[in-house]
């Protein structure tokens, strides 16, 4: 069992921006063989891209087919954000955004043929929810129960996810700095993260080789506060 990335095969589902991306870049500088899966993953040095929609079954299993054995999926495919109050709640769009951050992880987790652990992406929202935060919350929690649940029925493969707090990305579109700002000032360490430090968090969750069922969250305090 390797404890290291190097000369190692990982597939991140969502590498092309954002988390994802910063995950790519360190596991390639950790001598990994990267690809990334978006719908439009831009060139990165070093690092393989595939172009699906992940909301479409057919192009996640077509994506394994193409990608073929791998030994760490790494799932960061996610949307923005939505904030729903429960006296507008619009049923159909709750169900949409299951879509791609739980459904399409079934589909993922489904169709690889991965062989040492899958690192998924859940989010404090499930710890902390503000008002209208009931459907993004109930995704992460999702998330979160998946992976323990992953982690007995497919052992001794390890599944693990990460669980951020707010992060510099482009998630929060390009006039995020009072976002940044507002959001820092209220945890105990005065700042929002950045993609990097959370890199660390999935790279230390596939070369761990006892941690399976692990949430880990990395959020700067944002929990405790
Ligand atoms: N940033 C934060 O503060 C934060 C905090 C907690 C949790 N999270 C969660 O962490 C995950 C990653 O966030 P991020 O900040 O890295 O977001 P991001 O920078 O917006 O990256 C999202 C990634 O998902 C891909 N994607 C979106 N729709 C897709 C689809 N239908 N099919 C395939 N790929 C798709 C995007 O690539 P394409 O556009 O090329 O498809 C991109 O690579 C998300 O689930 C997010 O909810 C983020």
Same mark, same amino acid.
Not at 14 to 34: H, K, M, P, W, Y
């Given at each position: 069992?390797?404890?290291?990335?190097?000369?190692?095969?990982?597939? &991140?589902?969502? !590498?092309?921006? $954002?988390?994802?991306?910063?995950?790519?870049?360190?596991?390639?500088?950790?001598?990994?063989? *990267?690809?990334?899966?978006?719908?439009?993953?831009?060139?990165?040095?070093? &690092?393989?891209?595939?172009?699906?929609?992940?909301?479409?079954?057919?192009?996640?299993?077509?994506?394994?087919? @193409? *990608? !073929? @054995?791998?030994?760490?999926?790494?799932?960061?495919?996610? @949307?923005?954000?939505?904030?729903?109050?429960?006296?507008?709640?619009?049923?159909?769009? +709750?169900?949409?955004?299951? $879509?791609?951050?739980?459904?399409?992880?079934?589909?993922?987790?489904? +169709?690889?043929? *991965?062989?040492?652990?899958?690192?998924?992406?859940? !989010?404090?929202?499930?710890?902390?929810?503000?008002?209208?935060?009931?459907?993004?919350?109930?995704?992460?929690?999702?998330?979160?129960?998946?992976?323990?649940?992953?982690?007995?029925?497919?052992?001794?493969?390890?599944?693990?996810?990460?669980?951020?707090?707010?992060?510099?990305?482009?998630?929060? $579109?390009?006039?995020?700095?009072?976002?940044?700002?507002?959001?820092?000032?209220?945890?105990?360490?005065?700042?929002? !993260? @950045?993609?990097?430090?959370?890199?660390?968090?999935?790279?230390?969750?596939?070369?761990?080789?006892?941690?399976?069922?692990?949430?880990?969250? &990395?959020?700067?305090?944002?929990? &405790?506060?």
């Amino acid at each position: 069992m390797k404890s290291t990335l190097d000369g190692q095969r990982v597939a &991140i589902l969502g !590498g092309s921006s $954002g988390i994802g991306l910063a995950t790519a870049q360190a596991a390639r500088d950790a001598g990994a063989e *990267v690809t990334i899966v978006s719908r439009k993953p831009q060139a990165q040095p070093g &690092i393989a891209t595939h172009s699906a929609d992940l909301t479409d079954p057919e192009a996640v299993a077509d994506t394994f087919r @193409e *990608v !073929g @054995e791998i030994d760490h999926l790494v799932y960061t495919a996610g @949307e923005p954000l939505e904030l729903m109050e429960i006296s507008a709640l619009d049923r159909d769009r +709750a169900r949409t955004l299951f $879509g791609l951050r739980y459904f399409s992880v079934l589909d993922a987790v489904k +169709a690889a043929n *991965v062989t040492t652990s899958i690192t998924l992406t859940t !989010g404090i929202a499930k710890d902390r929810p503000g008002p209208g935060w009931a459907v993004a919350a109930s995704i992460c929690g999702a998330v979160e129960a998946l992976t323990k649940a992953l982690a007995v029925e497919l052992a001794p493969l390890r599944v693990n996810a990460v669980s951020p707090g707010v992060v510099r990305s482009p998630l929060w $579109g390009p006039d995020a700095e009072q976002l940044y700002s507002d959001v820092g000032k209220t945890l105990p360490l005065q700042r929002v !993260g @950045e993609v990097e430090e959370i890199a660390q968090a999935y790279l230390y969750l596939m070369t761990q080789p006892w941690a399976t069922g692990t949430i880990l969250t &990395i959020d700067g305090g944002t929990v &405790i506060a």
